[in-house]
């Protein structure tokens, strides 16, 4: 037998991998240079970054935060160049508020925190359902709190629903048929008739209610979150009535359907705006206050709504046949078959699509500066009337895009996180 | 692709013993036939089901097999004739017809799974939905079913994560946790390599050892011969030859049923 001259007793950790191989070396190589081509392109866009904070950054670097005015900043500057952002420190209450009453700030404030709360079930599902029940009397506690003025009103106003839920409970029975038309109705006649006598009685019995608020105080960013939020919640369950409407086999439906989204889609949304503050009027009998915020609200809903039916509509198509004759096939009804097995397949293929319409709409809830309500862009517009600011641009516009920008991007991150969470098919 | 044997058979006894055929009609049709548009798709068709059958329906591709079948649960609609499935008329009132899917239960050739549910959820759906049987109550059916079909360990997978007999075996517990009384299945190996093939064979085969009434559109003539009491052979819409599978592939009648068994089954 052989001798053995060494037998190894601890073993030796692997070696490290050369430095081309590793770390930053290795992805330097992977992702920047991997091809002449590419080392080009990586060179000029470092070369074009760099010119820009070269540029930018002296700018901000140098920004004057407090002075009362742009001649006062100038003073200040002293010729050298840099931002005047006083302009915020000075009007960003008014760029986030508009002309809410001061003293009542912490209202629209409250409200958007609670809007995070009663989001927060349906965003997240480790949420507890329960709160849903937030979610559901939000819109009347929003609105409350917005506008002020007696509890009752949306008290009464959200009964409404319960109105139609009763019809619907208590015909059924008797007139199967008729009950669910019955349900949708009676809502209707509630709010038409209803609200506004039993709102004053009660109110008149035990008035409770706080400082109202009249909506041409509303503005700034305050007035973009009310009409991009009610929008963004109104569009989408009424995108998917219309796509499902447009497929369906019922003719009058169909063709209601189509005529509307093509209409819709075909005017430009400026039009519906100028319709909604100026044709409106003429329509309604004489001496009706109809909220123009409530105008816009419903214009922009519609004008979104249409968008969106085409993006559902895209998701619908990729749904197999198989999917509908399994249900069908099990029994489920259509509307059944549509909730459990084909929207929530649908919807999940049309989240990039639907998303980008709610980014769209956010971004386009600017475009009612042209009817004279006073979003951000409309309040840079009557800041600079201010002789103080007379001539202040750039930073004024660059606090208005980061605000867009925080919360459009917010929704992009929240898209793609779901994108992951409900991907299930395993392709 | 390779030319399939069509003839897999399962190595084991086959249990008889409930395998009845009761006297009650399961499913009638009488004069029936179908267009799509112009095309005569379904000519004439005449047909008696009584309970407990497992009747095997063949023919070339086109022939009108599926649509057939799918007739006897209104994914298509037939436009003369009348169709009854245990004792309740296929007409357009919905009540009858969702009566009718909710006691045949249907098998797919590409399964059909629900892609966003879990396997207890594809099979708990119906029930829940349909019937209304309290969700507890379901799931503990579905995990029987799916103990019947031998993957319970799956069922918390979603349909994407399992191979095409397992899928397809999803989708037979999913029909049997509606508890119907007839199931259709439409060329339910089509789509599968050989040895899942046997794995779903061997399903639907302890289905029918449990008394099951099936209609099963398929080219297997090994589950033909071991487990049909009839083999209805069809050609341009028409029922052209039924008999017993012995009979039926030792001496078929017809031209086409010859011409088409001898494609069928070459190799042999
Ligand atoms: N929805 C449809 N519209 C028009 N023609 C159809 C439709 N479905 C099937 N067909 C035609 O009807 C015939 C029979 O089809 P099918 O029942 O699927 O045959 P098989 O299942 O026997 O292969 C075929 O010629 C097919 O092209
Ligand atoms: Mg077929």
């Given amino acids: 037998m052989a001798e053995i001259r060494f037998v190894r007793t601890a073993m030796l950790p692997p070696q490290e991998p050369p430095v081309s191989q590793i770390g930053a070396v290795r992805w330097v190589r992977e992702n920047l240079f991997s091809g002449w081509l590419n080392g080009v392109l990586t060179v000029a866009s470092a070369a074009f970054v760099v010119w820009l904070a070269l540029h930018v950054g002296p700018w901000f670097m140098n920004a004057v935060w407090n002075a009362g005015s742009l001649a006062e900043c100038r003073e200040i500057l002293a010729g050298t160049d840099g931002a005047c952002l006083a302009v915020i420190r000075d009007r960003w209450p008014q760029l986030l508020f508009g002309f809410y009453p001061s003293e009542l700030y912490w209202r629209p404030t409250l409200a958007l925190l609670l809007l995070f709360v009663a989001l927060a079930p349906a965003l997240f599902p480790a949420v507890p359902r329960q709160l849903l029940w937030f979610s559901a009397i939000y819109p009347g506690l929003a609105y409350w709190l917005l506008w002020g003025g007696t509890l009752w009103f949306p008290v009464v106003a959200l009964a409404g629903f319960a109105v139609g839920i009763a019809v619907f409970i208590a015909l059924r029975p008797v007139l199967p048929l008729v009950a669910p038309f019955a349900g949708l109705v009676a809502p209707v006649f509630w709010w038409l008739f209803a609200v506004v006598p039993v709102t004053g009685l009660l109110a008149a019995v035990l008035p409770v209610g706080i400082t109202p608020v009249r909506s041409d105080s509303f503005g700034g960013f305050t007035l973009s979150i009310i009409i991009g939020v009610t929008g963004i919640a109104l569009s989408l369950p009424l995108g998917i009535l219309l796509a499902l409407g447009r497929k369906s086999d019922l003719f009058l439906v169909k063709t209601i359907c189509v005529g509307f989204i093509e209409f819709i889609r075909g005017v430009p949304l400026i039009t519906l705006l100028f319709t909604a503050s100026l044709l409106l009027n003429y329509f309604l009998p004489p001496g009706t206050n109809f909220d123009i915020i409530l105008r816009v609200v419903i214009m922009v809903t519609l004008f979104a709504a249409a968008y969106m039916a085409e993006v559902i509509r895209g998701g619908l198509a990729a749904i197999p046949r198989g999917q509908y004759e399994a249900a069908d096939s099990l029994g489920l009804d259509y509307w059944k078959a549509m909730r459990l097995i084909v929207l929530p397949q649908a919807l999940k293929i049309s989240i990039p699509g639907i998303v980008n319409t709610f980014i769209g709409l956010f971004k386009d809830t600017t475009l009612v500066v042209f009817i004279g309500l006073l979003d951000p862009i409309g309040l840079s517009t009557a800041i600079r009337a201010n002789t103080n600011w007379n001539g202040i641009y750039w930073e004024l516009f660059l606090f208005i895009g980061a605000m867009f920008f925080v919360f459009c991007f917010g929704m992009s991150r929240y898209s793609m996180h779901l994108e992951r969470r409900l991907k299930t098919d395993h392709r | ?268």
């Avoid at chain 2, 112009?38 to 023919?59: A, K, P, Q, S, Y």
Wanted: proline residues 5%; glycine residues 6%.
């Fill in chain 2, 1 to 268: 692709m390779a030319e399939p044997l069509h003839d897999i058979t399962v190595d084991r006894e086959i249990d008889r013993s409930r395998m009845r055929i009761g006297s009650e009609v399961a499913i009638q049709i009488a004069a029936m036939n179908k267009w799509f548009g112009t095309f005569h798709v379904l000519r004439d068709i005449n047909m008696t089901v009584h309970r407990g059958e497992r009747i095997v329906i063949c023919g070339p591709s086109g022939s009108g097999k599926s649509t057939l079948i799918r007739c006897i649960n209104r994914l298509e609609e037939h436009q003369s004739g009348r169709i009854v499935v245990d004792g309740t008329e296929l007409t357009s009132d919905l009540k009858n017809i969702d009566k009718v899917r909710s006691e045949v239960g249907m098998v797919f050739q590409h399964f059909n799974l629900f892609p966003h549910l879990t396997i207890l959820e594809n099979c708990t759906l119906a029930p829940i939905w349909v019937r209304k049987v309290p969700r507890k109550e379901a799931e503990e059916t579905a995990m029987h079913f799916l103990r019947k079909v031998k993957i319970p360990e799956q069922a918390l997978k979603y349909p994407g994560q399992l191979s095409g007999g397992q899928q397809q075996r999803v989708a037979i517990a999913r029909s049997l946790c509606m508890k119907p009384k007839i199931m259709l299945f439409d060329e339910p190996t089509s789509a599968l390599d050989p040895e899942m093939i046997k794995e779903v064979l061997d399903t639907m085969i302890a289905l029918a050892e449990e008394g099951m009434t099936m209609l099963v559109v398929t080219h297997e003539m090994g589950f033909a011969r071991q487990v049909a009491n009839r083999v209805i052979f069809m050609d341009q819409g028409q029922i052209v030859e039924q008999n017993e599978p012995e009979p039926f592939f030792s001496n078929p009648q017809s031209e086409r049923t010859k011409l088409f068994l001898s494609q069928i089954l070459r190799g042999h």
